[in-house]
């Protein structure tokens, strides 16, 4: 099966709700192999691991007795048994939801936000009116003074969508700040 299939996207975010820990660094996935060995006496390689969360380039797809055996670490008999209670389970894609932060519209012309996400990234954008901002300062980030872009709302915890990002007349794209973890802090200036 892909790795990028939703089903695995969703039992790897269950495996991390279950190990109460994002995977993220070498030392994450062999703590996490020498779970999956105390609790079902079974061998998975790190490396297996790393190619599944992505943090390492490889295979595309992976192999169901890997999925049987992950699915088994978080109880269910098999890969099937875990679709077959992820159809039941009633998780949504979509919902409603609220989180702190800042929505463009509430802004006045002129004013300045500061936005912090991990690791180490600051930005300060001054509000140009509408949806249209200005990067004013950049630290660590992929961001320049000088870009421009259009934003709805800058939110806590959430991923930072951007627009019709500009540099310097370039072709408008779109970018994503904080995917993994999203905003961890956002201001008026």
Known sequence: MNKSAPEI??????????LKRRLRTPYDFEFFAGVIWERLRENISPTTLKRLWGYLEGADTTRRSTLCLLSRFLGYADWEDYIETLSK?????????????IRTEDLREGEEIEVTWQPNRRCVFRHEGGL????????????????????????????????NLVRDGETPVSYVAGSRSGLVSVKIL
């Open 89 to 101: 389970r009633g998780d949504t894609e979509s919902d409603i939801f609220s989180a702190e932060g």
């Open 132 to 163: 249209k901002f200005t990067v004013t300062e950049s630290a660590n980030s992929k961001l320049h003074a000088g870009d421009t872009f259009e934003a709805a709302c800058f939110l806590i915890g959430q991923p930072m969508y951007l627009d």
């Open 9 to 18: 996207l969703s039992l790897r975010r269950d495996i991390e709700h279950e």
